[in-house]
Nanobody, 124 residues
Framework: QVQLVESGGGLVQAGGSLRLSCAASGRSFSSKVMGWFRQVPGREREPIAAINWSAYSTWYADSVKGRFTISRNNAKNAVYLQMNSLKPEDTAVYYC?????????????????WGQGTQVTVSS
């Protein structure tokens, strides 16, 4: 069992930065792929970044590549999303998720634990 709690969301102007954190409980955290997803009302939840269990491999959606960075600290049971050069289209609820496998996964069906989400709003 893994419980996830996101923090760090908020309101920021376009061009600004935010750092999202996800605190995880559970002994199996370090063996799981971790991902960040986001969802806008009326649209499907989309994957934006993932990091494998060892932090050796990462994946980014094209929409955030070069602007967002995912990282993790297994000793602290935490995963982070550094978001730079934010754009109004980045406005969404951001979710942290823990996957069923240790390697990179981008499909929501590959994740079995989800946080409650944190709102990120980017003003123009």
């Amino acid at each position: 069992q893994v419980q996830l709690v996101e923090s760090g969301g908020g309101l920021v102007q376009a061009g600004g930065s935010l750092r999202l954190s996800c605190a995880a409980s559970g002994r199996s955290f370090s063996s799981k792929v971790m991902g960040w997803f986001r969802q806008v009302p009326g649209r499907e939840r989309e994957p934006i970044a993932a990091i494998n269990w060892s932090a050796y491999s990462t994946w980014y959606a094209d929409s955030v590549k070069g602007r967002f960075t995912i990282s993790r600290n297994n000793a602290k049971n935490a995963v982070y999303l550094q978001m730079n050069s934010l754009k109004p289209e980045d406005t969404a609820v951001y979710y942290c998720a823990a996957g069923k496998v240790p390697g990179i996964a981008t499909s929501g069906s590959s994740y079995d634990y989800w946080g409650q989400g944190t709102q990120v709003t980017v003003s123009s």
